[in-house]
């Protein structure tokens, strides 16, 4: 069966200091990858996603990139994290695009000081 | 899908009793939808999904009713256990295949 991994659970953070949130995935192959973030009391915001092996779009210019080094691994940076950029971010698979479901990890939950 | 703000809409219901939690979607053109189920601290998790084709779809203790007409999704969730408390949101894709995700209501279940 597929799981997927999210690391840290929690991190704070310095303003100005750098990000790398950490997502794999097990049990499948060429998956879409996807990360969110989700504010409190409102929908998940798309922040990136990936068909493929360095393949990146971006759904919202802000201070944030991601990276997909290899075929399960997903990566969520920052260069110098703003305080703005404290939230709920989670990151999630599926088989295809708006036609199965997305499976999510556990997120991360970060907060900018 | 659902209005976006910082209260979520809540429903509280009596353990045992069936509850209802409903969604409205925006966008005619769009033919997949799924319920999710999110616990405090954790990413969400698959309930059930359901394509435009269908009405209707059952799973164990929840069925998804879907009307295109008024363009409305609702999870009922049959004999509610305390482990159902949890906020519940619906995702609906767009034109560009984008799951675009509700704001959630918060379901408490009252032992």
């Known amino acids: 069966s597929q799981t997927i991994h999210q690391w840290p659970a929690t991190l704070v953070q310095p303003v100005g200091s750098p990000l790398s949130l950490e997502c794999t995935v097990e049990?499948?192959?060429?998956?879409?990858l996807y990360w969110y973030r989700q504010a409190a009391g409102r929908g998940l915001q798309l922040l990136f996603y990936?068909?493929?092996?360095?393949?990146i779009s971006s759904e919202v210019p802000q201070n944030l990139s991601a990276s997909r080094p290899q075929d399960r691994q997903f990566i969520l940076s920052s260069k110098k994290l703003l305080l703005s950029d404290s939230g709920f971010y989670l990151c999630?698979?599926?088989?295809?695009?708006?036609?199965?479901?997305?499976?999510f990890g556990d997120g991360t939950r970060l907060s900018i000081l | 899908g659902e209005s976006v703000g910082l209260h979520l809409p809540t429903l509280s219901v009596q353990e045992g009793d069936n509850s209802i939690i409903n969604c409205a979607y925006s966008?005619?053109?769009?033919?997949?939808f799924i319920w999710y189920k999110q616990e405090s601290g954790k990413g969400p998790q698959f309930i059930i999904d359901i394509r435009s084709n269908m009405d209707k779809r059952q799973g164990q203790r929840v069925t998804v009713l879907l009307n295109k007409t008024v363009k409305h999704l609702s999870l009922q969730i049959a004999a509610t256990q305390p482990g159902d408390s949890a906020v519940y949101f619906c995702a609906e894709n767009d034109n560009n295949n984008d799951m675009r995700f509700g704001a959630g209501t918060r379901l408490t279940v009252k032992p």
């Open positions: 966008n005619s053109a769009s033919d997949y």
């Open positions: 999630a698979w599926s088989v295809t695009k708006g036609a199965q479901p997305q499976h």
């Open positions: 990936s068909v493929g092996i360095g393949q």
């Open positions: 049990g499948t192959s060429n998956p879409n």
